[in-house]
């Protein structure tokens, strides 16, 4: 058994890994040299990940993150190659930073900060009591439902919004099916915030567009820690534009890094975090504690952790 790994091992994680799994080989990209197969990709190469794959006859992919989006999910169901995502490892992390925008928005963080720079001492119109705002999150798996307790405490209702509408272990007062809510003409949603943190999918591209936006009702809070193209970024700044939208919090991008052109820099009601929500000062440690786990699992033919599905491309 060989594992390739793409993500440097620090001493202690390849110490741990060797420990662990006497009879498995660990190797970095300059150790394969003559070595034909190789069961396990740790990590991904843009450049070289396919033909690691053919020339290596890999079977399981781990990726480093919970986002898929960028492997060849199509040549991967193809070839049958097992992806597993590192799901749940920042979650927490994840769910502090929205609680900690959704108290922002409640605050009128973002003005306070505009009247700071101007110098200027005024109270904003648009200040909230958190128990009297409802909360949407559009996403309502592990992170979805971790945001989603984090919330409870702080505001009235947290619905959800999902593919099935079926509420897991009651996390959420009310969960609605996506399609219901995209078929909706004249029933406004009346939410204060609204929380993405969907996955990006052929169907989840450019989502949150004008047509979605306008079935809220005015003034929503948006706050987007799923994926950057789940979001038509020239809609949302028409929208803020004309007052539909009250302010959003944008920590993905359809493109990373945002470039200085962009007119979402020029935008005041707009907060811009550099995909900072799930970063985690140890976030290396854990995921090799994760693999793991994982590669334990496969070894002993258990089911593996975040698996994921080519059919719902997440």
């Not at 029933?187 to 204060?192: C, E, Q, R, V």
């Not at 450019?206 to 809220?216: A, G, R």
């Not at 809070?221 to 929208?239: A, H, M």
């Not at 550099?274 to 290396?284: D, E, Q, T, V, Y």
Request: hydrophobic residues 40%; negative net charge; glycine residues 6%.
């Amino acid at each position: 058994m060989r594992v390739l790994s793409m993500v440097p091992y620090s001493e202690e994680a390849l110490l741990m890994l060797r420990s662990r799994f006497l009879k498995v080989e660990f190797l970095q990209p300059d150790e394969i040299s003559g070595i034909e197969n190789i069961d396990v990709l740790l990590g991904w190469d843009f450049k070289k990940g396919l033909d690691l794959i053919q020339e290596h006859n890999i079977k399981w992919v781990q990726s480093v993150s919970a986002g898929i989006d960028y492997f060849p999910l199509n040549e991967f169901k193809k070839r049958q190659i097992v992806l597993t995502k590192a799901s749940g490892l920042n979650s927490e992390r994840v769910a502090n930073f929205v609680l900690m925008s959704c108290l922002s928005v409640s605050f009128s963080m973002n003005r306070l900060n505009h009247n700071k720079i101007q110098k200027k001492w005024e109270i904003p119109d648009d200040l909230e009591d958190s128990k009297d705002q409802d909360i949407i999150i559009f996403g309502t798996g592990h992170t979805g439902s971790i945001i989603a307790n984090k919330l409870k405490n702080f505001y009235r209702k947290i619905d959800g919004v999902n593919t099935t509408g079926n509420n897991i272990n009651g996390t959420f007062d009310n969960v609605f099916i996506i399609d219901d809510i995209l078929k909706r003409e004249n029933d406004t949603l009346d939410y204060s915030i609204v929380i993405n943190c969907l996955p990006e999918t052929s169907k989840t591209i450019y989502l949150f567009n004008k047509k979605l936006f306008n079935k809220f009702s005015d003034k929503i809070s948006y706050i987007n820690v799923g994926r950057g193209e789940t979001t038509n970024t020239t809609d949302l700044l028409d929208l803020i534009s004309n007052g539909k939208v009250n302010n959003a919090i944008l920590d993905v991008f359809e493109q990373e890094p945002l470039s200085s052109n962009s007119l979402i820099w020029d935008c005041s009601s707009i907060t811009v975090t550099p995909h900072i929500a799930g970063m985690l000062p140890h976030f290396r440690n854990k995921f090799f504690d994760f693999f793991a786990n994982n590669l334990s699992d496969y070894l002993n033919n258990k089911s593996l952790r975040g698996i994921v599905n080519y059919n719902k491309e997440y």
